[in-house]
């Protein structure tokens, strides 16, 4: 099972494919959000990921008490405004995807109306995300579907019935390859809750490639999850969390970011296949195994006793499972003491 986003394959025979959510990080400011995506190409992504929308395709401005925010990291925000100050404009997305693709990394987006799809095919995106607040919004699933390129869907706060209705959803209207990230929709996320154990259900589940949008601090879950099979990280990218923006507190650090691209790479070829072979690097060893040995000199025709064999290193002699099959036969020749033991034959034995 797997797929690809710009000829790059993704699944769980191949390295984990690393995003880096650009987000509101750029705090409002072009010129940041190409540095970002600068550095976070030289740390090693696979891509990166905008969110495109504004104040006005998400909300509407409004002052009643349900369009403002309590508790959290954004307290006391009206929704319009949180919105207004982290959308990246419509006037960037060209510059930015040329900007990217310069670099020759993956850029595409969340889209969240489809004004933002019809936008974001126009400057050629290559895959789009839906976010997990969107992932009840059916019809922007089947006009974003409708495209036919890969669709990676986070499934936080959503329950079974929910993911299922967008992934059908998703299939009906012509998507073949979609990708679902298990996704706690807390920011930031603690990690005693990051329950990833969720992340190979929705695989076994939904028939899908499974990964990880991870927003908890630091990158031990999203490690984990590649352990646990995860062929997917998203994270949260910034060049620096002391220059506050909405995202920065869950956001990463350039260092931070390195460390995750080789470290989920890594723990990839570590996991390996689960068979029974030995390894190439192990083969050089097998000489250092335990097999029998004469640990006394031995007449011809003596009958050999557990005095004359031994367990031990080296491993040029049989097995030592063979001991008891050894004892009490009568060798064709004298051995000297530090012979292996050589196979029950009569060549070697009466």
């Not at 494919?17 to 987000?23: H, R, T, V």
């Not at 083969?283 to 004359?308: A, C, P, Q």
Request: charged share 25%; proline share 5%; net charge neutral.
């Amino acid at each position: 099972m797997s797929f690809t986003i710009n000829n790059r394959f993704i699944g769980p025979k191949f390295p984990p494919y690393i995003i880096a959510e650009l987000s509101a990080n750029h705090n409002g400011s072009l010129d940041r959000a190409l540095k970002t995506i600068d550095k976070a190409h030289k740390c090693g992504v696979d891509a990166i990921k905008i969110q495109t929308y504004t104040a006005d395709t998400m909300t509407i401005d409004c002052d009643n008490p349900e369009f403002k925010i309590e508790g959290g990291l954004w307290n006391g925000y009206k929704l319009y405004d949180l919105y207004k100050w982290a959308e990246t404009p419509y006037e960037w997305h060209e510059a930015i995807f040329e900007y990217a693709q310069n670099k020759g990394v993956t850029i595409f987006s969340s889209p969240f109306d489809n004004s933002a799809v019809d936008l974001l095919e126009n400057l050629n995106t290559p895959a789009y995300k839906i976010a997990s607040f969107e992932i009840v919004d059916l019809p922007l699933i089947s006009y974003v579907s409708s495209t036919g390129k890969p669709l990676i869907i986070s499934t936080g706060m959503a329950n079974e019935l929910e993911i299922e209705e967008a992934v059908t959803t998703a299939r009906d209207s012509g998507c073949k390859d979609i990708a679902l990230l298990h996704c706690i929709s807390s920011y930031p996320a603690p990690l005693e809750q990051a329950n990833l154990r969720q992340i190979k259900e929705l695989s076994n589940r939904f028939k899908v490639i499974s990964g990880l949008s991870d927003h908890t601090i630091g990158n031990i879950a999203s490690i984990a999850a590649v352990a646990m099979g995860s062929s997917i990280i998203e994270k949260h990218f910034t060049l620096s969390r002391k220059d506050k923006g909405p995202d920065s507190d869950f956001s990463i650090e350039p260092k931070e970011l390195e460390r995750l691209c080789s470290d989920a790479k890594n723990t990839w070829a570590a996991i390996g296949d689960a068979d029974f072979k030995i390894m190439p690097s192990e083969r050089g060893n097998l000489k250092f195994r335990r097999s029998l040995y004469f640990v006394k000199d031995i007449k011809k025709g003596e009958i050999i006793t557990k005095d004359h064999v031994r367990s031990i290193r080296p491993g040029y002699g049989i097995s030592p499972k063979f001991l008891n099959q050894i004892i009490g036969k009568k060798p064709k020749h004298s051995i000297l003491k530090g012979t292996p033991v050589k196979p029950l034959c009569k060549e070697n034995y009466f």
